[in-house]
T-cell receptor, first 112, second 114 residues
Framework: DQQVKQNSPSLSVQEGRISILNCDYTNSMFDYFLWYKKYPAEGPTFLISISSIKDKNEDGRFTVFLNKSAKHLSLHIVPSQPGDSAVYFCAASEYSNYQLIWGAGTKLIIKP | DAGVIQSPRHEVTEMGQEVTLRCKPISGHNSLFWYRQTMMRGLELLIYFNNNVPIDDSGMPEDRFSAKMPNASFSTLKIQPSEPRDSAVYFC????????????FGDGTRLSIL
């Protein structure tokens, strides 16, 4: 049973436009959520996180939104740049648990 | 600041051989994680250390896999004997503090067992 789901395997966006990556979860005990970016032949790089006491967190071009009632979070990248082309992973955890539960990833392609 | 350092970056060896993967976590981080990534199963947690002590090794696939953390700045993951199905990318990650802190990953070791 996948507790964290990224239903879009890939997403193509024009440079300069907004990229929106989505993630759904099933475990209502999750209270900490993270987004990672991964380039080929590199490890995942931490991008941004949000705790369940917030519904939005912003860092530069990256904003994460959390909708607890819908068990849904999204990552907005604006404006999208060619260097944003990568695989994006959503992950979640419970405060008392060290384990991160990972989504399968979404490949973002930024078109020039 | 130095990130998590893994070595080697690539390892190709014949089945039956012993393989040792190495990891240096970020200084000051007290949690260390070993992951395996495959196309079929994605990112799987193998083992978690806290303050150099193995807390959860339930993800270690078989007795052929073992991991140690002799001090706060070094960890090894060993496979003996190795098998072709162990071929994967192995990542090490470290984290400062307890929960609600991000894990930081190394660039991984791509392991191929022939």
């Amino acid at each position: 049973d996948q507790q964290v789901k990224q239903n879009s395997p890939s997403l193509s966006v024009q440079e300069g436009r907004i990229s929106i990556l989505n993630c759904d979860y099933t475990n209502s005990m999750f209270d900490y959520f993270l987004w990672y970016k991964k380039y080929p032949a590199e490890g995942p790089t931490f991008l941004i996180s949000i705790s369940s006491i917030k519904d939005k967190n912003e860092d530069g071009r990256f904003t994460v939104f959390l909708n607890k009632s819908a068990k849904h979070l999204s990552l907005h990248i604006v404006p999208s740049q060619p260097g944003d082309s990568a695989v994006y992973f959503c992950a979640a955890s419970e405060y008392s648990n060290y384990q991160l539960i990972w989504g399968a990833g979404t490949k973002l392609i930024i078109k020039p | 600041d130095a990130g998590v350092i893994q070595s080697p970056r690539h390892e190709v060896t014949e089945m039956g051989q012993e393989v040792t993967l190495r990891c240096k976590p970020i200084s000051g981080h007290n949690s260390l994680f070993w992951y395996r990534q495959t196309m079929m199963r994605g990112l799987e947690l193998l083992i978690y250390f806290n303050n150099n002590v193995p807390i959860d090794d339930s993800g270690m696939p078989e007795d052929r896999f073992s991991a140690k953390m002799p001090n706060a700045s070094f960890s090894t993951l060993k496979i003996q004997p190795s098998e072709p199905r162990d071929s994967a990318v192995y990542f090490c990650a470290s984290r400062q503090g307890e929960s609600n802190q991000p894990q930081h990953f190394g660039d991984g070791t791509r392991l191929s067992i022939l």
